[in-house]
């Protein structure tokens, strides 16, 4: 198609949308939190494409000797999470279920590198977090889980550009979701292939990546209206916890037939 593509990294949704909203990158897959917060702040993306549910690959991590055994135990505790990401609704459904309030911990928004620095010295109580970063603080620090997705959040990864760029290179995007695609299909069948080939510039050890990938779920799917309701659904409860500036409809954003 005679595109050149160029690679960036950014260590977690809400930095990756803001550099697509700027025009800095055209396509990018973030989770489900980070395009609600974007939307809000009137960022013109596009819901192209979603995985399905990986709801093991995110979780609530307490040190290993911590005497924290429940969510419950929670109430009052520093707990850090990346402001905005997917795990921001995890930990607002795990304490909604364990009986708790948002309000009832003490939040403290770091990225995955500062948590992980706070989680390892004790300056927090848990860590809300997701792969490959949780299978990484599994297997060096003994973190346990104190609760993951599994029946409370889906962990869905979605597909992205900016309403810019799909209008006039549809037939790329469409390129781009076949290939990564095509690469799913490959990987779920070479996990511990794609690990010891993604160690190095991971900075991960293969075993580690080997357990994060096993976590995900692998088969792209076009944007539906199920998952786009699934999407409403999250914004309508940090509309409800006043942590977003208006309500939004999620629906806006979403991938027109032939576009």
């Known amino acids: 198609l005679g595109y050149t593509v160029t690679w960036t990294e950014f260590p977690s949704g809400p930095p990756l949308l803001e550099a697509l909203n700027v025009g800095s990158i055209d396509f990018g897959i973030a989770g489900e939190t980070p395009p609600i917060f974007a939307q809000a702040a009137g960022a013109p993306l596009v819901y192209l494409a979603y995985d399905p549910p990986a709801p093991q690959g995110e979780a609530i ?25 997917n795990v921001h609704y995890l930990l607002v459904k795990a304490l909604e279920q364990a009986g708790l309030k948002y309000t009832d911990i003490q939040p403290v928004f770091l990225a995955p590198a500062d948590a992980l620095a706070a989680f390892t010295r004790g300056a927090v109580d848990a860590w809300v977090i997701w792969d490959p ?26 597909y992205f550009s900016s309403k810019k760029f799909l209008a006039g290179n549809g037939k790329a995007v469409d390129a781009v979701l076949d290939a990564l695609n ?40 076009p944007i539906s209206d199920e998952v786009i309701a699934s999407q409403q659904r999250i914004a309508d409860t940090f ?13 806006d954003l979403q991938r027109k037939s032939g576009s």
Do not use: C, M
């Open 182 to 221: 095509e690469a799913d299909d490959w990987t779920k069948n070479h996990i511990d292939e794609v690990a010891t080939q993604l160690s190095p510039s991971v900075g991960l050890p293969a075993p580690v990546l080997a357990s994060s990938l096993r976590r995900e779920s692998y088969g792209i799917r």
């Open 133 to 158: 970063y949780e299978a990484a603080a599994e297997a060096s620090t003994g973190a346990r889980i104190l609760a993951d997705g599994t029946g409370l959040a889906a962990n869905h990864q979605f």
């Open 239 to 251: 509309t409800a916890l006043g942590l977003l500036p208006k309500a939004i409809t999620v629906s």
């Open 61 to 85: 991590l307490v040190p290993k000797d911590s005497p924290l055994k429940s969510v419950a135990e929670l109430r009052g505790k520093k707990v850090a999470l990346n402001k905005g990401s």
